[in-house]
């Protein structure tokens, strides 16, 4: 299932660079802590990229991949990252294409509620996550709420979550979900 078309696609990313800027800024700041020299980050439905350009330009060191279910996405998010050393592929979340126990860090923005299977998409976080490794979920503060820390406390045991509030809103609209492996 493709959930993101070409049109909704182009449309999306011209949001994206008006709207969430301040957003993945603080998630780029959030990875930077948390992550370190040379580890391998993952970015759950990437959308246009721009979080992981962000990422890349503020942490050359890291080895950054940015999957999406949408190929469309996809080819914005190539044209974004033109000449950033970034892998991106199409790819479900429940269904990701690397190894058990090979990334350190996984993120994921405004993405999860649309996972149409949250515990399939949750047990294969945990699959590629290494022993030690975390994840930072980023997602509206109302979407399918309960049922994403649901899935997020059945796998991991305990969700960290903390409320995030965009530079031009004046309500806390974005929750972060903090678990590790
Ligand atoms: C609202 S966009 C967010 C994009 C980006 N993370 C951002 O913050 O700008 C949601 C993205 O999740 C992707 N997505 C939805 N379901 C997915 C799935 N099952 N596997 C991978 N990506 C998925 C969509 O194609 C879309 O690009």
Redesign the pocket.
């Given at each position: 299932m493709?959930?993101?078309g070409y049109e909704q696609?182009i449309g999306?990313d011209r949001r994206?660079t008006r709207l969430?800027t301040g957003?993945?800024r603080r998630i780029a700041t959030d990875i930077d802590a948390r992550t370190s020299d040379a580890a391998t980050v993952v970015?759950?439905?990437?959308?246009?990229g721009?979080?992981l350009s962000r990422v890349a330009a503020r942490r050359p060191d890291l080895r950054l991949h940015g999957?999406?279910?949408?190929p469309h996405?996809i080819a914005i998010a190539g044209r974004t990252l033109a000449g950033q050393p970034v892998e991106l592929a199409v790819?479900?979340?429940?269904e990701l294409p690397y190894p058990d126990a090979s990334v350190d860090f996984a993120v994921?923005?405004?993405?999860m509620h649309?996972?149409?299977d949250l515990p399939a998409?949750v047990t294969e976080l945990r699959r590629v996550l290494r022993p030690g490794g975390a994840a930072g979920i980023y997602d509206f503060r109302f979407a399918r709420t309960r049922q994403i820390r649901q899935a997020l406390a059945t796998t991991f045991g305990t969700v960290d979550t903390e409320t995030v509030r965009l530079p031009w809103h004046p309500v806390a609209v974005i929750a972060c979900y903090r678990v590790s492996a």
């Open positions: 493709t959930t993101f696609s999306y994206a969430l957003l993945y970015d759950l439905g990437t959308g246009p721009k979080l999957i999406d279910l949408s996405m790819a479900d979340v429940a994921s923005s405004l993405s649309e996972w149409p998409a």
